[in-house]
């Protein structure tokens, strides 16, 4: 059975860092793409960044340049570092991957930007 569990969010000021991360079990990240979302109170979840089985990335606009998604291999684990965050990044955050046939997401973590 796949598992993905989110960890990292937390409360964190404008302008400040966190590191989001995506542990896998039951399927092998490097084999599959792996995709971060993010959902504010009210609002649709979105895509914010992905990372394909050779390791391209994409990103959002709205998040280029300040967010970097990675993988290790090894631990199975997918990172979304995010940096100058902005009031706006707050949402709930949540991973997502696609393996036989179907679509697996954690509970997600909940990343708040505030002073």
């Known amino acids: 059975q796949v598992q993905l569990v989110e960890s990292g969010g937390g409360l964190v000021q404008p302008g400040g860092s966190l590191r989001l991360s995506c542990a896998a079990s039951?399927?092998?990240?490097?084999?599959?793409?792996v995709g971060w979302f993010r959902q504010a109170p009210g609002k649709q979840r979105d895509w914010v960044a992905s990372?394909?089985?050779?390791?391209?990335?994409d990103y959002a606009d709205s998040v280029k340049g300040r967010f970097t998604i990675s993988r290790d291999n090894a631990k199975n684990t997918v990172y979304l570092q995010m940096n100058s965050l902005k009031p706006e990044d707050t949402a709930f955050y949540y991973c997502?991957?696609?393996?036989?046939?179907?679509?697996?997401w954690g509970q997600g973590t909940q990343v708040t930007v505030s002073s």
């Open positions: 997502n991957t696609f393996t036989g046939g179907k679509a697996f």
């Open positions: 039951g399927t092998i990240f490097s084999e599959n793409a």
């Open positions: 990372i394909t089985r050779t390791g391209n990335t």
